[in-house]
């Protein structure tokens, strides 16, 4: 490109400013868009740790009324006798309901995609209920195995 003017030719010193300023946003634009990737990434890992003990909500009922069946045995068997073995069989039907409850108590407050907040207040938000559901997801499990324990023996 040919200037007729000196004033008006581009220095060196101008081409590095604009040639940083250029490479300067692609970074920052670039760097935008891997946080809502990673923003996304964590709102799924989120869903997956409420999806993989989802489904496992009947089979918590279905265990309760188990346990609730045998205290009820042990119970017309002999309460005297039984009532350490009653107590612990419905302290672990309380264990099963918490659980239970827990999975829709997550589920009202949780907010797939909150208004109003920016990328780094969602960002929080989602890691704070990534811990939230996987206290939820380990009290599933943990209820459950032990109910089948139980039942087994």
Not at 27 to 55: F, Q, W, Y
Not at 56 to 61: F, H, P, Q, Y
Not at 134 to 150: G, R, W
């Amino acid at each position: 490109m040919y200037y007729f003017a000196k004033d008006i030719q581009p220095s060196m010193k101008d081409i590095f400013k604009h040639a940083f300023s250029i490479i300067f946003c692609i970074i920052l634009m670039s760097g935008c868009a891997e946080k809502k990737e990673n923003t996304e990434e964590l709102r799924d890992e989120v869903i997956a740790i409420h999806d993989e003990v989802m489904p496992l909500m009947g089979e918590i009922k279905s265990l309760r009324k188990d346990i609730l069946k045998v205290s009820e045995g042990l119970y017309q068997e002999d309460s005297v006798d039984n009532a350490e073995k009653i107590k612990s069989l419905q302290a672990l039907a309380n264990k099963l309901d918490e659980a239970f409850d827990g999975m829709f108590v997550w589920m009202r407050q949780y907010q797939s995609s909150p208004e109003a907040l920016s990328e780094q207040e969602y960002r929080e938000y989602l890691l704070d209920q990534k811990e939230k559901v996987e206290k939820v997801n380990s009290d599933i499990k943990t209820a459950m195995a032990e109910a089948k324990s139980v039942l087994s023996s």
